[in-house]
């Protein structure tokens, strides 16, 4: 969101005073006492043809840098590979990625429109990496290892904050834009924004 982006922005200078993240729902240290905030971010294309079931996508901020954050999806096709991509760089160049996925069969429409933010305690990019390659090579079954499922491994794997959270439902009989409009919000993910 607009002004999530600007806080990630506003990480790299010095903070003056006890700012708190909240993650699942207590605060944490001061931000003063962290190298920088962590989090993600969900994008959501809402409806997708032919199934209106939606597609989501990852943002996972880099721990100790002010501006890195590694994003991707599985399964943006017509300008990615069907089977996902994965890209790192700065919150502007990953939202302006996420607004520039074009679905070429449905008259060129923007594929993400949304997205929604969280604050953790805790982020691991490497470990988050690792379960993007895993889930990506089990490939893709429609019931047990689907975009949101790979999705939520991604962001669960980035987080022990975000694993150990009960509201973050199993993605499983959850269509993305169900898990995106109803779970995220119940674990405190902030408010959905506009690409």
Request: some cysteine.
């Amino acid at each position: 969101m607009k002004m999530y982006g600007r806080r990630m922005a506003r990480a790299a200078a010095p903070v003056i005073g006890a700012l708190a993240l909240f993650a699942t729902g207590a605060v944490t240290a001061p931000l003063e006492a962290q190298a920088a905030p962590v989090g993600g971010c969900a994008c959501s294309k809402p409806l997708t043809v032919p199934t209106g079931r939606g597609m989501p996508a990852f943002a996972i901020k880099a721990p100790g840098k002010a501006n890195h954050w590694i994003y991707g999806s599985f399964g943006s096709a017509n300008d990615a590979p069907v089977d996902g991509w994965i890209s790192g760089g700065t919150w502007e160049k990953a939202l302006g990625r996420f607004a520039s996925v074009r679905v070429k069969d449905h008259h060129k429409a923007r594929y993400y429109t949304r997205y929604r933010c969280v604050n953790t305690r805790d982020g691991d990019v490497k470990r988050a990496q690792s379960w993007y390659t895993t889930v990506k090579n089990r490939g893709y079954n429609f019931a047990t290892n689907n975009c949101l499922h790979m999705s939520m491994a991604v962001f669960k794997g980035y987080s022990e904050t975000l694993r150990k959270d009960a509201r973050l439902k199993s993605a499983t009989r959850w269509t993305p834009n169900d898990y995106y409009e109803q779970v995220l919000p119940a674990a405190r993910w902030e408010t959905s924004q506009s690409l």
